[in-house]
């Protein structure tokens, strides 16, 4: 009779068998628990801001024409909200070399598979030198219930821009 039969027939070996089977049970309890916890639920989604002053445009135009062609974006679920100067200006001045980008993710880890992955990163070097970049991420607020249950009470034409108080 081979020896891991014989081994289980006494309580010593039983209390052994017992054991190993405790050990690997708990082994692929921990590793089923620990893959679970590393899935997150992306389910609190995020806003990209993108703010730059551009020293350069040039130097972004090679950027530019790259980042559109990474399937990046797509793939992480992410899109533009917006991406441009501003349409009009409430108060002070827009400074002509100033822009400002955001881009949704459904969350952080997202955004991060975004902006950490090899395709952008080997991107990233070509807006070198183009001006002062500052990329942020931000928690998006929930739709109020009151949105959508209602017209707005004023709808106003354009306005003459404000100073600052």
Same mark, same amino acid.
């Given at each position: 009779?081979?020896?891991?039969?014989?081994?289980?027939?006494?309580?010593?070996?039983?209390?052994?068998?017992?054991?190993?089977?405790?050990?690997?049970?708990?082994?692929?309890?921990?590793?089923?628990?620990?893959?679970?916890?590393?899935?997150?639920?992306?389910?609190?989604?995020?806003?990209?801001?993108?703010?730059?002053?551009?020293?350069? @445009?040039?130097?972004?135009?090679?950027?530019?024409?790259?980042?559109?062609?990474? %399937?990046?974006? +797509? /793939?992480?679920? #992410?899109?533009?909200?917006?991406?441009?100067?501003?349409?009009?200006?409430?108060?002070?001045?827009?400074?002509?070399?100033?822009?400002?980008?955001?881009?949704?993710?459904?969350?952080?880890?997202?955004?991060?598979?975004?902006?950490?992955?090899?395709?952008?990163?080997?991107?990233?070097?070509? @807006?070198?030198?183009?001006?002062?970049?500052?990329?942020?991420?931000?928690?998006? %607020?929930?739709? +109020? /219930?009151?949105? #959508?249950?209602?017209?707005?009470?004023?709808?106003?034409?354009?306005?003459?821009?404000?100073?600052?108080?």
């Amino acid at each position: 009779m081979p020896a891991a039969a014989r081994s289980t027939k006494t309580p010593r070996g039983r209390r052994r068998c017992l054991r190993a089977s405790l050990v690997v049970a708990g082994l692929v309890a921990c590793s089923w628990a620990l893959a679970e916890e590393q899935v997150p639920a992306c389910d609190k989604p995020v806003l990209m801001l993108v703010i730059g002053q551009l020293n350069s @445009r040039d130097a972004l135009k090679e950027y530019g024409t790259a980042l559109r062609k990474l %399937n990046t974006y +797509p /793939e992480q679920q #992410g899109y533009y909200e917006f991406s441009t100067r501003p349409s009009e200006t409430f108060e002070g001045q827009w400074p002509d070399n100033q822009f400002i980008i955001g881009a949704n993710f459904p969350c952080v880890e997202a955004a991060r598979g975004f902006w950490y992955s090899d395709d952008y990163q080997a991107i990233r070097h070509l @807006r070198s030198g183009a001006g002062n970049i500052s990329v942020t991420i931000h928690p998006m %607020n929930e739709v +109020p /219930e009151y949105i #959508g249950k209602a017209s707005p009470k004023r709808l106003l034409p354009p306005q003459p821009t404000q100073s600052p108080p």
